[in-house]
T-cell receptor, first 113, second 114 residues
Framework: ETGVTQTPRHLVMGMTNKKSLKCEQH?????MYWYKQSAKKPLELMFV???????ENNSVPSRFSPECPNSSHLFLHLHTLQPEDSALYLC????????????FGQGTRLTVV | AQSVTQLGSHVSVSEGALVLLRCNYS??????LFWYVQYPNQGLQLLLK??????LVKGINGFEAEFKKSETSFHLTKPSAHMSDAAEYFC????????????FGSGTQLTVLP
């Protein structure tokens, strides 16, 4: 139990579908993150939320839309994705600030067909 | 700018042998350095971190890493590999230590042979 829970664990979707990934943290952290892990590529930071406010968007295409209704929940809404968007999407949370550890969820394995 | 290079995308060792996973970093300011482990179908778990205190850092599961500024390295070692160590290992650097500024390497897949 890492304290960060992601659902679903696996998702297969067509390019015209709309789906959402969910992340919930039970650690009382104030910052939450979405990362993308593609085969043979380093983890890519996508979005950062601090106290529910988006503080970073690393040039992520608009077909990915994050939502953070409160400090414990983070969503990633997906629509009209491409096959190259297939990847492991990892959520993380941290207390923020200097020398703080990021706690990761188990990820959602997304396949776009 | 900061970056991390992990030498060797795949490393194989025999059970009981020394584990050495290499990481070199680039950072314009004194870095904070991390090693994470990812088991199959799992998220990332922090193994250890360097935060400008002792240069030799001990982590969980018998792993340790040494920060060498002159070599800009932060290699991960374990004296004796166990089958359960088979996983992917990621080195990461952060300018301020903040999780917001983590930059990850490409990862090294460790295989432990019986």
């Amino acid at each position: 139990e890492t304290g960060v829970t992601q659902t679903p664990r696996h998702l297969v979707m067509g390019m015209t579908n709309k789906k959402s990934l969910k992340c919930e943290q039970h650690l009382g952290h104030n910052a939450m993150y979405w990362y993308k892990q593609s085969a043979k590529k380093p983890l890519e930071l996508m979005f950062v939320y601090n106290f529910k406010e988006q503080t970073e968007n690393n040039s992520v295409p608009s077909r990915f839309s994050p939502e953070c209704p409160n400090s414990s929940h983070l969503f990633l809404h997906l629509h009209t994705l491409q096959p190259e968007d297939s990847a492991l999407y990892l959520c993380a949370s941290s207390q923020g600030g200097v020398d703080t550890e990021a706690f990761f969820g188990q990820g959602t394995r997304l396949t776009v067909v | 700018a900061q970056s991390v290079t992990q030498l060797g995308s795949h490393v194989s060792v025999s059970e009981g042998a020394l584990v050495l996973l290499r990481c070199n970093y680039s950072s314009s300011v004194p870095p904070y350095l991390f090693w994470y482990v990812q088991y199959p179908n799992q998220g990332l778990q922090l193994l250890l971190k360097y935060t400008s205190a002792a240069t030799l850092v001990k982590g969980i599961n018998g792993f340790e890493a040494e920060f060498k500024k002159s070599e800009t390295s932060f290699h991960l070692t374990k004296p004796s590999a166990h089958m359960s160590d088979a996983a992917e290992y990621f080195c990461a650097v952060s300018r301020s230590g903040s999780a917001r500024q983590l930059t990850f390497g490409s990862g090294t897949q460790l295989t432990v042979l019986p």
